[in-house]
């Protein structure tokens, strides 16, 4: 069974940095796209960042020039540098990644738990 763990998040201040991670676990044949999302409350949820296994990289225009997204294949983990934070980056953070499995032709995409990001003023 795969699995998605995210860890990183936590309270920051105005201009400060968090380094979020994810890592995937389980019976792994191959991770293609992989992204970071984020829900705030009462809003919708929204693509941050999104990679690919080559390492095409793709931003919100919200967080470009101040987020990173990037992926060490070789441990199966994802991570997001988030710089020069602010109120509104405030919101749950997912990542997400489409996996294939042994024995599937079809990735499928997989979701982590979330973890809180709050950005004080």
């Known amino acids: 069974q795969v699995q998605l763990v995210e860890s990183g998040g936590g309270l920051v201040q105005a201009g400060g940095s968090l380094r979020l991670s994810c890592a995937a676990s389980?019976?792994?044949?191959?991770?293609?796209?992989i992204g970071w999302y984020r829900q705030a409350p009462g809003k919708q949820r929204e693509l941050v960042a999104v990679?690919?296994?080559?390492?095409?990289?793709n931003y919100a225009d919200s967080v470009k020039g101040r987020f990173t997204i990037s992926r060490d294949n070789a441990k199966n983990t994802m991570y997001l540098q988030m710089n020069s934070l602010k109120p509104e980056d405030t919101a749950v953070y997912y990542c997400?990644?489409?996996?294939?499995?042994?024995?599937?032709?079809?990735?499928?995409?997989?979701w982590g738990q979330g973890t809180q990001v709050t950005v004080s003023s």
């Open positions: 997400n990644a489409a996996i294939k499995v042994p024995g599937s032709v079809y990735e499928r995409d997989y």
């Open positions: 389980g019976s792994i044949v191959s991770i293609n796209r």
């Open positions: 990679i690919t296994r080559r390492g095409s990289t």
